[in-house]
């Protein structure tokens, strides 16, 4: 029973099953298991007290906790990556970070986006969401959130890569090479634009700087060296599925491609494989890039890809939740360079 009068720090602290430096942290926004701070904050109510630095509410303070919103971590190591990014410039800053894969399902990004709520996130990182809808439950909670990579509402600050230079960058290391039928295999962008609101897509860019490498360099055109489609399904047999069907129908015209542009590193892997079920060599019969640098190291041949700064990216979008959470104005819209890596999958075109 709690003795008469004022209640004291103690008091709390009893009342809760916790130690005094477990309160003062609750009380100061610090990290606390989440069962202690229910507990204190329970205590707190019923002992009703409140000392002077409390005066502007205890929702007001910092949990230190950042959400994640992420798609399809267990296929693309895109997404992993810029996670990582985030959790080492947040445990640099005492902060901590919870992950939610929403796995592309719209539905599932509001669950998580009312369980980040629940949790008294100060901020989220989206990597990326599906649904401008499902932001407005933020937008009403007060919680500030950041995109990366893709934006769906331009109410947020948005953390971008330079698609089109990259995708440029491959196109231009192809035509030095001597290639003149280059095939394109990426995303479709009519699959992500109704959904962006910013009239940008990831897709969008990277096939213009294809289509423009291709009118700029007077190469090869020919509507079937494009295959656009979904970069992977979770109801593939393996995740470079779609890459390998592109490839073996391009493999299949009557003239088939010298090089092959990939927009993701997934799509290049099933590229891969196809090329080498047809009994061709890289680069010596044909040549390969991809896009993102999260599995060229691990194929044979090592690929020639573009690489995105995932780290960089992640740290970025922690820096710009952290700004918005300590009343900062960040920058609307940030863009990150890519950068093409040379290694063993492009060589000079045959003949």
Not at 300 to 305: F, Q, R, S, Y
Not at 317 to 337: K, V
């Given at each position: 029973?709690?003795?008469a009068?004022?209640?004291t720090?103690h008091d709390v602290?009893?009342?809760?099953g916790v ?7 609750v009380?100061?926004g ?5 069962d202690?701070?229910?507990a204190v904050?329970?205590?707190?109510k019923?002992?009703g ?8 509410g205890?929702?007001?303070?910092r949990?230190?906790?950042i ?6 971590i ?10 990582q990014?985030?959790?080492n410039?947040a445990?640099?800053?005492n ?25 008294h996130?100060?901020a989220?990182l989206?990597?990326t969401s599906t649904d401008?809808?499902?932001?407005a439950l933020l937008?009403r909670?007060g919680?500030?959130?950041?995109e ?6 331009t109410?947020a ?6 698609n ?5 960058q491959?196109m ?7 290639h ?13 634009l109704?959904?962006?609101?910013r009239g ?5 860019e ?6 423009d490498?291709v009118q ?7 509507p079937?060296l494009?295959r656009?489609g979904?970069y992977?399904s979770?109801?593939?047999?393996f995740?470079?599925a779609?890459g390998y ?5 391009l493999l299949?015209?009557?003239q088939?491609p010298t090089?092959?542009?990939?927009t993701c590193?997934?799509?290049a892997a099933?590229a891969?494989?196809a090329?080498y079920?047809c009994?061709?060599?890289i680069?010596?019969?044909i040549s ?6 999260t599995?060229a190291v691990c194929?044979a041949?090592?690929?020639t890809?573009v690489?995105?700064?995932m780290?960089r990216m ?7 939740a952290?700004?918005l ?5 960040p920058?609307n819209e940030?863009?990150?360079p ?6 063993a ?7």
């Amino acid at each position: 029973m709690m003795a008469a009068g004022n209640p004291t720090i103690h008091d709390v602290a009893k009342l809760a099953g916790v130690s005094t430096a477990t309160v003062n942290r609750v009380l100061k926004g610090g990290y606390v298991s989440a069962d202690a701070r229910t507990a204190v904050e329970t205590a707190l109510k019923e002992t009703g007290y409140r000392p002077n630095s409390m005066a502007r509410g205890l929702r007001m303070r910092r949990s230190y906790t950042i959400g994640q919103m992420l798609t399809e971590i267990t296929v693309n190591p895109f997404f992993a990556n810029v996670a990582q990014g985030v959790e080492n410039a947040a445990r640099a800053n005492n902060y901590r970070t919870v992950l939610f894969n929403h796995s592309n399902d719209s539905k599932r990004e509001r669950l998580g986006i009312e369980r980040f709520i629940d949790d008294h996130v100060d901020a989220v990182l989206f990597c990326t969401s599906t649904d401008a809808t499902n932001l407005a439950l933020l937008d009403r909670s007060g919680i500030p959130y950041v995109e990366l990579e893709r934006s769906r509402t331009t109410a947020a600050p948005f953390i971008r890569v330079d698609n089109y230079t990259g995708a440029r960058q491959a196109m231009v290391h192809l035509v030095e090479l001597g290639h003149r039928r280059v095939a394109f295999v990426g995303g479709d962008p009519a699959i992500q634009l109704p959904n962006s609101r910013r009239g940008y897509a990831v897709e969008e860019e990277r096939l213009n700087a294809y289509r423009d490498c291709v009118q700029e360099f007077d190469l090869l055109t020919d509507p079937r060296l494009v295959r656009l489609g979904k970069y992977y399904s979770m109801s593939d047999t393996f995740p470079g599925a779609s890459g390998y069907r592109h490839t073996r129908a391009l493999l299949e015209l009557d003239q088939p491609p010298t090089a092959i542009f990939a927009t993701c590193d997934i799509l290049a892997a099933g590229a891969l494989q196809a090329i080498y079920d047809c009994r061709l060599r890289i680069p010596e019969d044909i040549s390969i890039v991809g896009f993102d640098d999260t599995l060229a190291v691990c194929l044979a041949p090592a690929l020639t890809t573009v690489s995105q700064p995932m780290a960089r990216m992640g740290a970025a979008g922690f820096q710009c939740a952290l700004d918005l959470i300590e009343g900062r104005a960040p920058l609307n819209e940030q863009t990150l360079p890519a950068e093409l890596v040379v290694r063993a999958s492009t060589g000079r075109a045959p003949g």
